[in-house]
């Protein structure tokens, strides 16, 4: 069974510029689920979609950063323009849709932002 | 506060060794625990969920102290494929938001 994939695996672009990362789930998987590590810092929550809706999305932590979810399959996380602290890992995860198993997430590699 | 504290080491163990980590969590609401393993550059992988009354994976064994919003991990008998950062998990509350809130982690080094 193929995980998790995100695109691009890494991504290097100037402040105020845009980028648009790509997250595809686990097939059949309902939940995904979108998370950043900045810097020396934990792994921080940024927005949960189950199918194509937005659970909760308050760990989004601007109006810069827009999630989508067209038709409940893969999904997309723009930031726009990009910031210097908006640099660091941006992990993807997804999860069945039955209750007991919403919070057994599986991670995707990640994106590397470097915004300079 | 932090919403989950760990001890982020290094715990340098040698190979063989009983290495135990310690997390606490503030959120008395949380009720799924996890723990977390992630190598160097890689994404976070379930290792395996804690449940109340403890539970055991070959060389690893889960603990969770409700009363104490406390969770433990022991690993026995450590191999060098140990060697990892181990987060640990919890969800954000009771509700059905999938938000999980992670710990710093605590690096284990297992040597030869």
């Known amino acids: 069974e193929a995980g998790v994939t995100q695109f691009p695996s890494h991504s290097v672009i100037e402040k105020g510029q845009t980028v648009t990362l790509r997250c595809d789930p686990i097939s059949g998987h309902d939940n995904l689920y979108w998370y950043r590590r900045v810097m020396g810092k934990e792994i921080k929550f940024l927005l949960h979609?189950?199918?194509?809706?937005?659970?909760?999305e308050s760990g989004m932590p601007n109006n810069r950063f827009l999630a989508e979810r067209t038709g409940g399959t893969y999904s997309t996380l723009k930031v726009q323009p990009a910031e210097l602290e908006d640099s660091g890992v941006y992990f993807c995860?997804?999860?069945?849709?039955?209750?007991?198993?919403?919070?057994?997430?599986?991670f995707g590699p990640g994106t590397r932002l470097t915004v300079t | 506060r932090k919403e989950v504290e760990q001890d982020p080491g290094p715990f340098n163990v040698p190979e063989g060794a009983t290495v135990a980590f310690n997390c606490t969590y503030s959120?008395?609401?949380?009720?799924?625990f996890f723990w977390y393993r992630q190598d160097c550059r890689k994404e976070p992988k379930l290792l395996m969920s804690v449940y109340s009354s403890g539970n055991e994976d070959g060389r690893f064994t889960a603990q969770l102290n409700r009363a104490s919003q406390y969770i433990s991990l022991l690993i026995r008998d450590s191999k060098l494929s140990d060697s990892a950062t181990y987060l640990c998990?919890?969800?954000?509350?009771?509700?059905?938001?999938?938000?999980?809130?992670f710990g710093q982690g605590t690096t284990l080094q297992v040597k030869p």
């Open positions: 959120n008395s609401a949380s009720q799924s």
């Open positions: 995860a997804s999860s069945q849709g039955l209750r007991r198993t919403v919070y057994e997430q599986y």
């Open positions: 998990v919890v969800n954000a509350d009771s509700s059905n938001t999938g938000k999980l809130i």
């Open positions: 979609f189950v199918k194509e809706s937005k659970q909760d």
